[in-house]
């Protein structure tokens, strides 16, 4: 080491010691920057930014060199082979080429080591071939000791020179690689100095071809201010390079920012960048996040493993905020090239709306929307379950509800009204259930309650009078007021067949209905074939009008005094292919209670008001009209219509309605009488007394006639309180200025009776029994009429 001190400050010129490491210093920035910049390049670019750097680099390795050797006075004549000193220059380029190149060798982390190493063999063989070029009048001897040691020195410094210099983006690198080959370059070259010992001898002399130091100080000179421009050349690449990196990165962030999705890029599990999306994921600021690991967001190590070891392949796992919340994500990694280096960038994106929206569509899947009850579907899986899972000894009851008159609540008052009667008896019904009981909307106003462990059939009576009771509540209104039937089905005892219990059910539920409604049955073995009758004729009944299995019959109405005819009622008959007639006792509750009889009762008044409108005498056609028809609130202009398509005067054609149906919603029932009234269609009450009969009903509403129900008139012969009522009702259509009409008369006595009490007009079987209208064409078409001999008693007309 002293020798070495000795050889620098004694045996050289150290101002030109000075220049040399001030253009070895430049060299070497030059060499890490444009190495750097050739790293970044592809293709022939590449090639060629490693050419230029590989100039850069052995030229400031040859320079260095010679100047300072230069500043070496041995203080005897000397000079420079000129074609050993060119070949160093050669070598010190060629050398430092090999190195760079394989210091960028991708995919291979030994690489820069390497190629420093051998940056480092081409400043050796630079050095040794210069000073083979190096020509004294005396004789050179080496230590060995001295040049390997320079030789080890420079390969240990360089080795490790460009691994620094390639590392990261800081300055501090590129500082670090550039003064670490600086200083291979100087050690082994002061050290490869102290080697050599110079004999003088006079008898040696210099070539005469030898090149003169003042010729290798211009040759010198010219090397350095090139590296001087190639140093400036890279800072300003790099300079330029790192504004455009700046404004890359800047863009790219831009551009991750604006998306929706969290973006994060990592290298290996540690986070190096993110998007404001992802900190807003997390709760977490940017700089909280750069720097941490993936664990700190995605506590799954399962999932993070399986994230970094497939690219392009979705994972889905939990996100964790600040407050210890998780959110569900998907994330997706890909490779990607960031700052130089390979990196992942991980796509972020929750998933919570995704899954909100999952559970509400798995949600309607089961469940009713109006009501938000279980839905059939998942009612049957229920059923299903509860039944696989029961145990010895114990039952489960099935309940069929079916709401009474449902359908004229929306009639009456519209479905929105309708709407919320369904919400109000779920949210009743489901009050008074059991922790396990469940109800479910099986379909418009049917439901259906699921009860568990049932000890005896006495439970399910409890729980069927508590559903009954908690519908009826003394605060509802016209609109609001339900009641429903329920029918019952144990299992096992009746079934264990989920199907087949859900019918027996059903089958028990119609039991109710027919029976009176608002009630409760349980499931008998006979009720089966009973209820399948009843299905069949309602689904018969509905194809009735298509099949042309309906009809109309006509009775005459007679003025009792006169004995004339003064008009008809339409009566409906339904003859059954294999059953015959049925009664209208039965199919039209059916038609009720189904719907059907809107579009039956259309048929009847179109069918009546046509056959009228061709009889030449005037006479009157009487229909009866449904309280479902009465409450449908386009059947006034349905009557209108009829009337105008037909060309029926309004004043022909009258409505019989029952007491019943007036009292079901008075104010609507009476606003809609008032606007048929107002078309000029007369209006009966039919079956006076057999219902809510109010003397304040024939005040309220605009009445015309008034019919007394023929199970008055059988017994007014025999039973003196049935004769009382019926003279009651005549002097009252008298005081009120009503004719009244009695019906089912069947005899000579009654009809004596009435004639005798001032009864204005009759109808029954003594009269006329209901027949096709062909049978009456004599006292429907007046050219008939004419040649009648005089007003002959109806039978007789009949008869003739």
Not at 517 to 536: D, I, K, L, S, W
Not at 716 to 735: D, K, M
Request: net charge negative; proline share 4%.
């Amino acid at each position: 080491m002293f020798r070495i001190y000795n050889c620098i400050a004694y045996a050289h010129d150290l101002r030109l010691v000075g220049l040399a490491a001030l253009v070895r210093v430049l060299a070497s920035f030059a060499a890490i920057h444009l190495l750097r910049h050739a790293r970044k390049s592809h293709g022939r670019m590449r090639g060629l930014w490693l050419a230029v750097s590989a100039i850069s680099t052995g030229f400031g390795i040859w320079a260095t060199h010679f100047i300072a050797m230069l500043a070496f006075t041995p203080a005897i004549p000397s000079g420079y082979n000129i074609v050993l000193t060119i070949l160093s220059l050669v070598a010190a380029i060629l050398l430092t080429g090999a190195g760079l190149a394989v210091s960028l060798t991708q995919n291979w982390r030994h690489g820069p080591w390497i190629g420093g190493a051998i940056v480092a063999g081409g400043i050796a063989a630079m050095h040794y071939t210069g000073m083979a070029a190096f020509e004294v009048a005396g004789i050179v001897l080496w230590d060995p000791v001295l040049v390997a040691a320079s030789i080890v020195l420079g390969a240990a410094i360089g080795a490790v020179a460009l691994p620094v210099g390639l590392h990261g983006n800081n300055e501090k690198w590129k500082i670090g690689g550039a003064v670490l080959l600086t200083l291979a370059i100087c050690s082994h070259h002061f050290t490869a100095m102290a080697a050599v010992s110079i004999i003088p001898d006079p008898t040696m002399e210099i070539s005469p071809s030898a090149l003169p130091a003042g010729w290798l100080a211009v040759g010198v000179a010219i090397a350095s201010f090139g590296i001087i421009a190639l140093a400036l050349a890279g800072v300003v690449l790099d300079i330029r390079d790192h504004r455009r990196s700046e404004r890359e990165v800047d863009r790219m962030r831009d551009l991750a920012n604006a998306s929706v999705e969290g973006l994060l890029v990592c290298d290996g599990e540690v986070i190096v960048s993110v998007n404001t999306s992802f900190a807003r994921l997390t709760g977490l600021s940017s700089a909280n996040l750069v720097g941490a690991r993936l664990e700190s967001c995605f506590p799954d190590q399962v999932a993070r493993t399986e994230l970094l070891s497939r690219s392009n392949q979705t994972v889905e796992t939990e996100l964790r905020h600040l407050d210890g919340s998780t959110t569900p994500v998907e994330l997706i990694l890909r490779p990607i090239v960031f700052a130089g280096r390979p990196h992942q960038v991980v796509a972020v994106r929750d998933l919570q709306a995704r899954k909100n929206a999952e559970q509400h569509i798995y949600f309607l899947a089961h469940h009713d929307a109006l009501t938000s009850l279980p839905n059939r579907s998942h009612f049957n899986a229920r059923i299903d379950q509860e039944i696989a899972a029961l145990s010895p000894g114990r039952s489960l009851a099935v309940l069929c509800l079916d709401l009474d008159r449902f359908k004229e609540i929306n009639d009456l008052f519209g479905h929105s009204a309708g709407d919320q009667v369904l919400q109000t008896v779920a949210s009743r019904i489901t009050a008074v259930l059991g922790e396990r009981q469940m109800i479910a909307r099986l379909g418009g106003d049917e439901f259906a309650i699921l009860m568990p462990d049932v000890a005896n059939p006495a439970a399910a009576s409890r729980l069927a009078e508590t559903i009954l009771e908690a519908l009826h509540t003394s605060d509802d209104t016209p609109d609001t007021h339900v009641s429903t039937s329920i029918g019952i089905a144990l299992c096992p005892e009746d079934a264990t067949d989920r199907q087949v219990l859900l019918t027996y059910a059903d089958t028990a539920l119609y039991r109710a209905k027919t029976e009176g409604r608002n009630t409760y049955r349980f499931f008998e073995a006979r009720m089966g074939a009973e209820v399948r009758e009843r299905r069949m004729l309602e689904h018969d009944l509905r194809h009735a009008i298509a099949r042309d299995e309906l009809r109309l019959v006509y009775q005459p109405q007679q003025e009792i005094q006169s004995g004339k005819v003064i008009g008809f009622e339409a009566l409906l008959r339904w003859k059954h292919p294999t059953r015959g007639e049925i009664s209208p006792a039965v199919f039209i509750p059916i038609a009720e209670e189904t719907g059907a009889i809107l579009q039956i009762g259309d048929w009847v008044l179109k069918t009546a008001c046509r056959e009228a409108a061709t009889w030449t005498q005037p006479l009157k056609i009487a229909v009866n009209v449904s309280a479902v028809q009465l409450h449908n609130a386009k059947f006034v202009q349905e009557l209108h219509q009829i009337l105008l398509e037909f060309g029926l005067p309004a004043r022909r054609l009258e409505i019989e309605i029952t007491e019943t149906a007036l009292v079901r919603d008075f104010n609507r029932t009476l606003g809609m009488l008032r606007q048929i009234k107002a078309l000029g269609i007369r209006i009966a009450m039919d079956d006076f007394g057999t219902g809510y009969s109010s003397l304040s009903t024939l005040r309220a509403f605009p009445f015309d006639r008034i019919k007394i129900d023929g199970s008055f008139i059988k017994s007014v012969n025999s039973n003196g309180q049935a004769a009382t009522i019926v003279r009651a009702v005549l002097g009252l259509g008298r005081g009120l200025g009503l004719p009244v009409l009695a019906e089912g008369v069947e005899t000579d006595a009654e009809l004596q009776f009435l004639h005798d009490e001032l009864c204005d007009e009759v109808q029954g079987y003594l009269l006329g029994r209901p027949a096709a209208i062909g049978s009456f064409r004599n006292l429907t078409h007046e050219d008939l009429v004419s040649d009648a001999s005089g007003d002959l008693p109806l039978r007789a007309a009949q008869s003739a």
